[in-house]
């Protein structure tokens, strides 16, 4: 089942960019008009639980595959030989600015071969990871020509293109764990050549992207720049609809590789208690901190399929659920999972299963993110039905990664700018689903 939906799945991403690819592309310094939003396509890879996402790039245009992330440093794709051709890309010189920017880059000095993407001279280089494996590598930085929708639905429209858009090559070998067709990973995190950075400043449009994850196989979406948030059917969440609470900066990077005194790039929120079915949770309210070392906090991960908690938290999380769904049939436990139920005997409502409600709540009580049945429970084999928290261990980096599953069928808009995220919780309520974004 899970192959058919994949194949399903991808073959709808792969229709839209043959779609977009058939009008014309518009670069921003020839059109006269810079577009006010570009989006990309979102599908949930069925076997890896990955977030994929398609664009062209190179010259001539080559659709390319990447999963998701919300961390990592910018965009990198396999580069090895055969992996990657385009008359249009240049290398980033050692002494230019941008290597300098790129604070944790080093230098190719020499490569012995002939010239490609993965080997050039006097050529800047960064460190490109899999941060689904936890691996990474040295690969040159070079430029080239990344072309993205300006429309999703209800037709796709012409593709606007970034001409120099920085990113690193990586090797075949760095794409293993990734979804099937996935070339590399595209890094959505406030790094300098992360996407949302580079396509604000080549648009000049403004430094925010909304992240809209499906929850199945169908589509969803993620928006750069000053768009509305349109839904059908006729749902409008641009105005008034999102709650806010800071993006916090961990001052300590939480990257693979990275140089003394870098921060992290990946998105912090200020968790500052848990609440089940409207009550706190007894927990350690200091690991919901971060501390000087950058260990604890709260972080959103694309790359985690679900919410990932300290061994105290989780304990304290699932005791307070079990306590509060007494009446729900219990089943065994269904790896990675601790706390499962006879889904035959779970109801159902607008929002997902009938169970109590989680909250995260953030700077004060009357900011909540509030996690509903279709949020927080997860379908396991044998009928089960599961609290989707993971244990992370009695002394993880972080002490709560909100992990995908979470965050599907809620609309988040990273606000770079004023360093906040807005959120919808579940799009459920309005009847709608990421599937239903409209913009065009």
Request: hydrophobic fraction near 40%.
């Amino acid at each position: 089942m899970a192959r058919s939906s994949n194949l399903v799945a991808s073959t709808a991403i792969a229709l839209l960019l043959l779609l977009v690819s058939s009008h014309s592309c518009r670069a921003a310094s020839s059109s006269g008009k810079n577009p006010s939003a570009v989006v990309l396509p979102v599908r949930k890879d069925g076997t890896t639980l990955q977030y994929v996402t398609g664009f062209r790039q190179r010259t001539p245009q080559t659709p390319v595959t990447a999963v998701l992330d919300l961390g990592g440093a910018t965009l990198w794709v396999d580069c090895d030989a055969g992996s990657y051709a385009s008359s249009s890309y240049a290398r980033v010189p050692c002494a230019s600015k941008p290597c300098r920017l790129a604070r944790t880059a080093a230098c190719a000095t020499s490569c012995v071969g002939a010239p490609s993407p993965g080997c050039l001279n006097d050529t800047c280089s960064g460190f490109p990871e899999n941060t689904v494996t936890r691996v990474a590598t040295g690969g040159n930085l070079i430029t080239d020509v990344l072309s993205v929708p300006t429309t999703f639905r209800p037709m796709p429209g012409p593709l606007a293109a970034a001409p120099a858009f920085l990113f690193a090559c990586g090797a075949k070998f760095l794409t293993e764990g990734l979804a099937s067709g996935a070339a590399g990973m595209a890094s959505l995190s406030r790094a300098r050549f992360a996407l949302p950075t580079q396509l604000a400043a080549t648009f000049r449009f403004s430094q925010k992207f909304a992240l809209c994850l499906p929850s199945t196989t169908s589509a969803g979406v993620v928006v750069f720049g000053d768009a509305p948030y349109a839904f059908q059917p006729g749902v409008d969440l641009s105005a008034g609809s999102l709650l806010y609470t800071p993006l916090l900066v961990n001052n300590v990077s939480t990257a693979g590789v990275s140089g003394k005194g870098d921060k992290s790039t990946e998105y912090f929120i200020g968790v500052t208690a848990i609440k089940v079915n409207g009550r706190a949770v007894p927990l350690n309210a200091t690991l919901l901190g971060i501390d000087k070392q950058g260990v604890g906090g709260t972080k959103l991960s694309t790359v985690a399929p679900y919410t990932v908690l300290e061994s105290s938290i989780h304990r304290a999380v699932t005791d307070a659920f079990a306590a509060e769904t007494a009446m729900i049939p219990r089943v065994a436990a269904v790896a990675p999972f601790r706390l499962c139920y006879d889904g035959s005997k779970v109801g159902s409502t607008r929002v997902g299963p009938a169970v109590p409600t989680v909250e995260l709540v953030l700077q004060n009580e009357a900011t909540s993110w509030v996690v509903f049945g279709a949020n927080s429970m997860v379908p396991a084999k044998g009928g089960a039905l599961c609290l989707g928290v993971v244990d992370g261990g009695p002394a993880p980096r972080t002490s709560v990664v909100v992990g995908g599953h979470m965050m599907e069928d809620n609309l988040l808009e990273f606000d770079l700018q004023r360093s906040r995220l807005g959120f919808s919780s579940s799009l459920l309520f309005r009847q709608t689903t990421c599937n239903n974004f409209r913009l065009g």
